[in-house]
Antibody, heavy 120, light 110 residues
Framework: EVQLLESGGGLVQPGGSLRLSCAAS????????VSWVRQAPGKGLEWVSG????????YYADSVKGRFTISRDNSKNTLYLQMNSLRAGDTAVYYC?????????????WGQGTLVTVSS | QSVLTQSPSASGTPGQRVTISCSGS????????VYWYQQLPGTAPKLLIY???QRPSGVPDRFSGSKSGTSASLAISGLRSEDEADYYC???????????FGGGTKLTVL
């Protein structure tokens, strides 16, 4: 059974940093791309970033480019999102999502999400 | 403003057939697979349709997807009260080099 478990969310001040983690199990982690998708309170889904199975290719939404860094440790079956220079507009539930195959394909499994609140 | 356009709301009575549309462009829907997700209140999105018209195991055949040119549709037949949820379309955009979502359609079962 595929499982994705996010952690690392919490309350952070504007301009601060936070690192999210996503522990994956139930599939061969290194064979699949994974992404971060967020949802602001009461709003729709917004793709944040994606990374290939090998980790060599990364992609970012314009809204986070230069501030967020996606990475993965295939030896630990774990996905990360380093978030710097956080803004109020980054407040959202952040979901980790496994791709069907490559990063250009959609997500077939999602974690339950972790809430990030940026506020003073 | 979402790259993919969905109507904000849709409604139907139990047993009816409802269609939710998703409009894009040649750089996204026109050249990539479309995926549909169902999100019940307070829960994570769930995959309903992948690769335009394929259903994952466990998804009832009341749900079907189609794609034509730069538009896609999700049809729900035999509407049930538990279908009341938000529905999102998604695909890859070659120009943006990123995934794009529709703004979501809130389905109400009257």
């Amino acid at each position: 059974e595929v499982q994705l478990l996010e952690s690392g969310g919490g309350l952070v001040q504007p301009g601060g940093s936070l690192r999210l983690s996503c522990a994956a199990s139930g599939f061969t982690f290194s064979s699949y791309a994974v992404s971060w998708v967020r949802q602001a309170p009461g709003k729709g889904l917004e793709w944040v970033s994606g990374i290939s199975g090998s980790g060599r290719s990364t992609y970012y939404a314009d809204s986070v480019k230069g501030r967020f860094t996606i990475s993965r440790d295939n030896s630990k079956n774990t996905l990360y999102l380093q978030m710097n220079s956080l803004r109020a507009g980054d407040t959202a539930v952040y979901y980790c999502a496994k791709a069907e195959t490559t990063v250009t394909t959609g997500s077939d499994y999602w974690g339950q999400g972790t809430l990030v609140t940026v506020s003073s | 403003q979402s790259v993919l356009t969905q109507s904000p709301s849709a409604s139907g009575t139990p047993g009816q057939r409802v269609t939710i549309s998703c409009s894009g462009s040649s750089s996204n829907i026109g050249s990539n697979y479309v995926y549909w997700y169902q999100q019940l209140p307070g829960t994570a999105p769930k995959l309903l349709i992948y690769r335009n018209n394929q259903r994952p195991s466990g998804v009832p055949d009341r749900f079907s997807g189609s794609k034509s040119g730069t538009s896609a549709s999700l049809a729900i037949s035999g509407l049930r009260s538990e279908d009341e949820a938000d529905y999102y379309c998604a695909t890859w955009d070659d120009s943006l080099s990123g995934r794009v979502f529709g703004g979501g359609t809130k389905l109400t079962v009257l």
